[in-house]
């Protein structure tokens, strides 16, 4: 075998210098750097905890209360000194080591250890400064946002009023997935015939989608009751918060479903045609049941954003938590209030994010596979 | 009459010309094979037969009427053209039963039991009988394309065009494809297949088209297009399969 070609002949040379490369990073420096940044960041956090906690119990918060966030965030510091101080000695391991294998895997430790405390140190600090943010100023900022007194007595009233919002979210969702399903195959018609519709659900698009939604929600909502028409103008609020939201959202809506139609692999649609299914039929059975399984996840999204944007009906005085919050915001010169609505938004939001990402997660692996 | 007659068709897209000027008929009960270099038009060909292709001029007529031009029901004609594709194209949202009973049941309004039986009948005489609630990624290439032949058969055609439809498949799975194809011509049914497994049309063509630059260039029985081909063209063609193994 050896020398049976020309390259292997200057195999003497290319091993040495490939011997010569092959040195042990023992990362002495980056090691000594992350301790030095963890001892700070360890007494940084120890001082920001007694301070902060030694304040809340002057303010009346009990002792066990005070004492459980501090503890918590000094233990976190003293790990991440520990695994900097792992990481340094395994460092010194490393360079001490007379097997270079040996000295390879300390040095791969203390690498990861190091980085590992680094990251730790920086979320510390982070949440080190968050605390002092709500502290500092005699906790002027605790005291507007958190108000727990306030936060309990009005969460009665403004839950009662999410349900405004759930009611608005919940009949919109419905008539935006109808709605925008009609605009996106009215935008997928086919030749000339199609043309017409086609440019009109192309001009709604645009036109809803170029809209701010607080300014269409405001037409609507102040403008059909000025018009006198029949029912049109003798509408809840409630009711122009839905249409308004339905027009919006169900231009962006169209969006996705197009995007989805669109995507569906022309030879589906050849299958389809080629048995003699007519263009409805075929995209009845095989076009859009196709395009909603890709589309998922984005109607996910855009259900979630709609949520949200439920809270843009307090501009035309529905009765919605915002609002409702708004109020009693007012009326105590104190926003706690509106953080009870900032927290049930949050709350009925991250279970879903969590599950478009999981389906997002399982499209990617079926995908993967090759299903 | 013959069943098909393709007059003079040229197909182009652009200024490219994948078909010029071709002619050719084909019979009832005849079973033809389109062979000839990739890009040659066969699949083209087929295509603007059950015309998902339009052609840009010439014409075809099936039983002496005009399939071709303006105000030609087309989903009527497709009901009557089975088509199977080199990449099986199952609907991968339904099962096999469904899949094969989708276009009986919502284009010839076929009664849903009635449809069924008939769609078990075929997959049993395909062996593929116990695959009938299964969706399509679940199965190998093999039986996707032996589910997508039934699916066309569902429709009665009184034509079968088959494009490609081994190309796709592992070569120890082409067999069983090749077998349905082989019991379809002994039981009359009318075929044009656009292959490049000359073994195979060898032995159930009635007939083989070699197509070159969009036109048939030579045409024969099997064993005289295979065994003494004339064209210089078809010479090469022949002899660069045999020197790749594939005859």
Known sequence: MAGSSPELHSETGRAATWRARGTTQTHGLRTTLTLVVAIFCFFLVAVSAQHIGSYAVEQGVSKVAALIPGGIAAVAAGYVLLLAIRAAMKSAAARRSGDVYEARALGAEASLASWKALSWSGALLVVTAGAWFMAVNDAAVSRTFFDLELIQSSAGKVIWAFGTNVTIFAVSAVLILVWSLLIAIARTLPGEAGRPLRYLATAYGDLFRGLPAIITIYLIGFGLPLTNLPILSDLGSTSYAIIALTLTYGAYTSEVYRAGIEGVHHSQVAAARSLGLSHTKTMRYVVVPLAVRNIIPPLMNNCISLQKDTALVAIIGTIDAFNQSKIIAANNFNLSAVTTVAILFIVITIPQARLVDKLIDRDRKRMRAGG | ?247
Not at chain 2, 114 to 127: D, Q, T, W
Not at chain 2, 153 to 158: K, R
Not at chain 2, 191 to 219: D, K, P, S, W
Request: charged share 25%.
């Open chain 2, 1 to 247: 009459m013959s069943l098909l007659e393709i007059n003079g068709v040229t197909k182009h897209y652009g200024v490219l010309k994948v078909i010029s000027n071709l002619t050719l008929n084909v019979d009832e009960h005849e079973v033809v094979c389109l062979i000839g270099p990739s890009g040659c038009g066969k699949s083209t060909l087929l295509r603007c037969i059950n015309r998902l292709e339009e052609i840009s001029s010439g014409e075809i007529r099936i039983h002496g009427d005009r399939i071709t031009g303006p105000g030609v029901d087309l989903d009527r004609l497709r009901r009557d053209i089975g088509i199977v594709f080199q990449g099986y194209n199952l609907f991968p949202h339904m099962t096999v039963l469904e899949n094969t009973i989708l276009a009986p049941t919502k284009v010839l309004g076929m009664g849903k039991r009635e449809a069924s039986e008939k769609a078990m009948a075929f997959l049993e005489r395909i062996g593929l009988a116990h695959k009938a609630n299964e969706y399509p990624d679940r199965m190998s290439g093999g039986q996707q394309q032996r589910v997508a032949i039934v699916r066309a058969l569902m429709m009665d055609p009184m034509l079968l065009l088959l494009d490609e439809i081994t190309s796709a498949l592992d070569p120890e799975l082409v067999s069983e494809v090749l077998d349905i194809v082989r019991d379809l011509a002994a039981r009359g049914m009318t075929m044009i297949l656009a292959t490049h497994e000359m073994g195979f049309a060898r032995e159930v063509a009635n007939r083989i088209c070699f197509l070159q630059a969009g036109q048939v260039y030579e045409q024969g029985p099997p064993a005289e297009l295979f065994g003494n081909p004339k064209g210089e063209r078809t010479q090469a063609f022949l002899r660069s399969l045999k020197k790749a193994g594939r005859i």
